[in-house]
């Protein structure tokens, strides 16, 4: 697949048929685990694993808490793909190539995503360990063009020109709401606007400034580019932050964020976070 031409149907179209002739799994529900919050799938039952590296014309992820690899299995019972770790822009990868495993995801019968992400906490009123439910993006590289929908347009997947205007579908949104309640942790969770910058260094005092001013509630380096492939493919989506840093927005600070305390908030908050997504899950393949 080459760059300049961005995806091509037939060799997505590979990987999924690599993927379909080895599991027996059929799943409807797809998740992407974010920076640290991999451990889900330790929770699978009758567990399939691909490597990365292994499926023919995938991304191969290069960040530390992003294993890389393919896993299909049973949550609570529920047939899922999970994707454990991601691929990022800053990687070096062309926006497309980073959203190749949702496009693979849609080819092996995925309707529905649920893409949880760590993010820095713009918004005040958040604090370290709070989880934001997306309800909306701010999508900067796409401001200058470096979109995943960038090049030819292949109709099987979806139109030319997809509306983003219910991206992060709001029954699903509500339907988190509910079970957040029910999981009686409504106090630490939050419902936000995400924006996605380039990376891979983290934003300046006065960049995440500018961007509270534009009403982001935390920021990130992924996200949005498979949210807007997902859309694209017709799939339904449900996505949430998890807050592992606080933004510095006082030039007064000798403070800096470290990609260590990321992995560290999301290990201490990690059975939180499976439980939503395993009952969000299940509620998703009911609809």
């Known amino acids: 697949m080459a760059a300049a031409e961005g995806f091509d149907y037939n060799a997505i179209k590979d990987s999924a048929n690599y993927l379909l002739d080895r599991t027996k799994h059929r799943p409807t529900i797809g998740i992407i685990c974010g920076s640290g919050l991999g451990s889900l799938v330790d929770h699978l039952t009758e ?21 890389g690899r393919v896993v299909f ?39 529905d995503v649920i893409i949880s992400t760590a993010t820095g906490g713009l918004n005040r009123g958040y604090k370290i360990g709070d989880v934001m439910i997306i309800k909306d993006h701010i ?4 401001f200058s063009g470096d979109s995943p929908l960038v090049g030819k347009n292949d109709e099987r ?16 949104r509500q339907e988190a709401k509910n079970v957040v309640k029910e999981m009686g942790i409504e106090e630490s969770v939050h419902e936000g606007v995400y924006v996605m910058l380039g990376g891979p260094s983290y934003e300046t005092v006065a960049e995440l400034r500018l ?27 449900f996505a949430f932050s998890l807050i592992t840093n606080k933004c510095i927005m006082d030039w007064d600070t000798d403070d800096e964020p470290l990609h260590t305390e990321v992995i560290a908030v999301a290990e201490q908050r990690k059975h939180h976070l499976q439980e939503l997504v395993a009952r969000m899950a299940a509620r998703m393949v009911q609809k």
């Open 73 to 111: 299995g049973l949550l609570n019972g529920v047939p899922v793909m999970c994707m454990k770790g991601r691929v990022h822009r800053y990687e070096g990868y062309p926006m497309w190539k980073t959203t190749v495993p949702i496009r693979v995801m849609r080819l092996v019968g995925v309707s």
């Open 139 to 142: 999508n900067m590289p796409g």
């Open 47 to 67: 567990r399939e694993s691909f490597s990365y590296e292994d499926i023919p014309n995938f991304p191969v992820s290069t960040v530390h808490g992003h294993d």
């Open 211 to 237: 961007l509270r001013l534009l009403g982001a509630d935390a920021v990130g380096m992924s996200t949005v580019a498979e949210v807007v492939v997902a859309r694209h493919c017709g799939m339904r989506v």
């Open 157 to 172: 997947f979806g139109p030319r020109f997809p509306g983003m205007s219910n991206a992060y579908d709001k029954q699903l």
